[in-house]
């Protein structure tokens, strides 16, 4: 694994992490650790290189942030008045000034019409505005260093297996990327780079029977159930084994018929 530079919050060694308010870490800038300092929040302040607009409907902002990958994370979602406040608490950080005085949209939707900003300034004052309204969008996310869990959004993908410790285990990338002859899809796996992580493969069967386990049959993980993915197992030079969620089974193919693709990775 090569840690990105930019993110120190890719993990090197076993040993827990701990945070600070105003750095850069998980995506975003931290705004607030829990008292561990293992854990805590994120934002995302300046979005303009991360989505095509700065500014927003509270339905386009809502849907940015459902479809937003970023370093890997995909766990993005606008933030609670709360969650707004604790920003607003922080941003005389440098890395957090230039949310200052913006207004800034809240997941609290009042009704079918309005939904409520933040004037971000220091006391942080709430206006009831149309959701036709452009406003800004904050990206943020929650992060613990304190152990993976199946189904969390880390390390470049979606923990599917994870050890007594919680330290060590197995992500698989969150979204299908198209379909691809059994080749393509060997080397999309070896050139993929998600959040700084590059040392990804094509899933074993026994870890696809894994990913159907703690996964698929809990809808998680959003695997097309109608089609097939491509595993790394050949059974002659011209045929390799698929794995459809819906029946939990393997079918062989033809290595030249496009089929859906997942890597999977250690962490």
């Known amino acids: 694994m090569t840690p990105t530079p930019s993110d120190p919050s890719n993990p090197t060694n076993s040993s827990p992490r701990t945070y600070e308010l105003g750095e850069f870490a998980q995506g975003g800038v931290v705004y607030y650790v829990d008292d561990t300092k293992e854990g805590g929040k994120v934002v995302i302040p300046d979005v303009a290189f991360v989505l095509p607009h700065l500014d927003t409907t509270w339905d386009g902002a809502v849907n940015a942030c459902k479809n937003l990958d970023f370093r890997g994370y995909t766990d993005w979602s606008l933030p609670t008045i ?53 406003s800004i969008v904050l990206p943020i996310r929650t992060f613990s260093t304190k152990g993976a869990k199946i189904g969390d959004h880390m390390h470049g993908g979606i923990v599917y297996e994870v ?105």
């Open 163 to 267: 050890d007594e410790t919680g330290l060590h285990g197995k992500v698989v990338t969150a979204a299908d990327q198209g379909e691809r002859t059994w080749a393509d899809a060997k080397a999309w796996c070896d050139s993929l780079d998600v959040g700084g992580f590059k040392d990804w493969s094509l899933p074993k069967p026994a870890d696809f029977y894994e990913l159907d386990r703690e996964l698929g049959l809990k809808n998680m993980g959003d695997f097309n159930k109608q089609k097939t993915y491509w595993a790394d197992q050949e059974l002659d030079e011209s045929i390799a084994n698929a794995f459809n969620f819906k029946r939990g089974e393997f079918y062989k193919i033809k290595k030249d018929q496009p089929r859906l693709v997942r890597a999977i990775r250690k962490f």
């Open 82 to 134: 709360d969650e707004l406040k604790l920003i607003c608490a922080q941003v005389h950080l440098p890395r957090l000034q230039g949310v200052k005085g913006t207004l800034c949209w809240s997941d609290a939707a009042i009704n079918e019409h309005n939904a409520w900003q933040m004037d971000m300034k220091s006391t942080g004052v709430l206006y009831n505005a149309p959701k036709i309204t452009s």
